[in-house]
């Protein structure tokens, strides 16, 4: 790549500057699978389920429950397969999912809220199968709006993008349009909400 350093009012003898990238380096590194096989990953997940069976029996069991196993082994890969750290963070999502009343929202429940057309689960996957969750934040009035409906609503909508999800992916796309965004539509409670129940 030549680049010409002279102004066109000045006389151009100055020499041209020449720009050559260096040689690509090659960069090695290696990924360490903290769990070698499904052998091993299926050990760690019953000793989830037997510890949160003693210590927090009260949780409920099935579906999104203390005893579902594709819930705790994904817990146990967020939390780097680490069954403390799991274990912790599972019932706290858990407890949280019955304070909020996930399991109780339905379509009819969001509706009213739905209808703004704030934000809606794509009928499609992306290229790389995943399920798409779209938010067009010009639609958000937060003080036109109850802040309640618009967390059930996004919950439900996490909830329907996740079902959505083939087997063996554990990715969905989030797409947040903004165009027209503008102050009315800030809502820095609800992005608060978004964060906690998030993580």
Request: glycine content about 4%; some cysteine; overall charge positive.
């Amino acid at each position: 790549m030549a680049m010409r350093l002279s102004h066109p009012l000045r006389p151009s003898s100055l020499p041209k500057f020449q720009f050559r990238p260096k040689s690509l380096s090659t960069c090695k590194f290696s990924i360490q699978n903290r769990i070698s096989n499904s052998d091993n990953s299926r050990k760690l997940v019953m000793e989830v389920k037997e510890k949160l069976e003693k210590d927090q029996h009260s949780l409920p069991v099935g579906r999104n429950g203390r005893d579902d196993e594709d819930m705790i082994l994904w817990f146990l890969k967020d939390r780097k397969f680490s069954v403390e750290d799991a274990v912790a963070k599972l019932t706290k999502a858990i407890k949280w999912r019955q304070e909020f009343g996930v399991s109780e929202l339905h379509e009819e429940s969001v509706r009213i809220v739905a209808e703004t057309g704030k934000a809606y689960v794509h009928d499609f996957l992306d290229v790389n199968d995943r399920p798409v969750l779209i938010v067009v934040a010009s639609k958000h009035f937060p003080a036109m709006q109850d802040p309640i409906e618009d967390e059930k609503l996004c919950v439900f909508l996490i909830e329907k993008v996740l079902s959505k999800l083939p087997a063996g992916k554990e990715q969905i796309l989030g797409i947040i349009d903004l165009r027209g965004f503008g102050t009315e539509n800030a809502d820095l409670k609800f992005l608060t909400f978004l964060v906690i129940s998030t993580n």
